[in-house]
């Protein structure tokens, strides 16, 4: 009778435990939704903003390589032509990701057990990993709009496939938030390309925004992202109990295999983002003409 008692007791426990995992997924969907309509909101806002005060005003086209895109030199209604989307992404990026990394640094009370590191809910987590995901559908949609080639896309689907299933499942949230924070690069990488469009890269501000790129990218990328996969490591292999034997394996396995993907792409990108920053600093100051 107590060993059936028991299976009960479990049984009911695991139905509960379903039944707050699926109020979780719909908590979440609901919270995606929400973010994405507002983050179209607001694109939309500051486009029609921009617009009524003459921010786009000597706007300077982006040079791209290769085959031009379908709406390279068309007008879309309500979104402007194609360097009109792509600045209000910017800006709408901006914003989203300060916003992203400060839920994700709330949450990173969660280091102080194994239990809770892998484990542990936080609200703010979950707040940040539906705008995360919003973010990501949002830059997707413009992506397609556009006519962005494939390898854009794959940052942001990866993005996707990490922390949906991490925020819905309540598994390794702090060390997804952790990994999280390289968002920050996108407030000073998104600030230049704006100021690049709008001809300002002699303005200190656009030197200021380069060398916080450089700051960030090298302290968020190359050293506090392979640090955060190195404590998971260690987490799993040291307490594999608390770890990879009450979380699913082939979600932590691809969380792994992303990890080290940015952080390769990373390392990648971060001999053009210095070469970038040195060329702007040893760059002679244009001369003016002289006054007759």
């Known amino acids: 009778w107590s060993s059936g008692a028991g299976l009960r007791g479990a049984w009911r426990a695991m139905r509960t435990q379903e039944s707050a995992l699926g109020d979780l997924q719909a908590a979440f969907l609901s919270s995606l939704g929400t973010n994405l309509l507002l983050m179209w909101a607001g694109h939309l806002g500051l486009h029609q903003l921009s617009m009524r005060n003459g921010a786009y005003a000597g706007m300077q086209p982006e040079k791209r390589k290769g085959k031009q895109d379908v709406f390279s030199d068309k007008y879309i209604p309500l979104l402007g032509n194609r360097e009109h989307i792509l600045t209000m992404q910017d800006a709408v990026v901006v914003i989203v990701a300060a916003i992203i990394c400060g839920l994700y640094i709330c949450c990173l009370n969660l280091y102080e057990n194994v239990g809770d590191r892998w484990k542990g809910y936080s609200s703010y987590f979950q707040l940040g990993a539906s705008l995360h995901c919003a973010l990501s559908l949002y830059e997707l949609m413009i992506y397609a709009l556009l006519g962005k080639q494939w390898e854009f896309y794959l940052h942001h689907i990866a993005v996707l496939f990490v922390y949906w299933p991490g925020a819905t499942r309540v598994e390794v949230c702090f060390f997804l938030a952790w990994a999280g924070l390289v968002e920050i690069t996108n407030v000073p990488l998104s600030s230049l390309t704006i100021l690049g ?33 190195l404590w998971l490591l260690v ?57 007759s």
């Not at 790129?213 to 996969?229: C, D, G």
């Not at 993907?261 to 970038?276: E, V, Y």
């Open 235 to 291: 987490d799993l292999f040291t307490q594999p109990g608390e770890t990879w034997n009450v979380t699913s394996r082939p979600f932590i396995t691809y969380c792994i295999v992303s990890c080290l993907g940015i952080f390769a792409l990373s390392a990648m990108w971060f001999s053009k983002i210095h070469n970038g920053l040195m060329k702007h600093l040893n760059a002679k100051p244009k001369k003016t003409e002289k006054q």
């Open 197 to 229: 469009r709008l001809k300002m890269k002699e303005s200190p501000l656009y030197l200021f925004c380069g060398v916080s790129l450089y700051v960030t990218y090298v302290i968020s990328r190359m050293i506090s992202l392979p640090l955060t996969l």
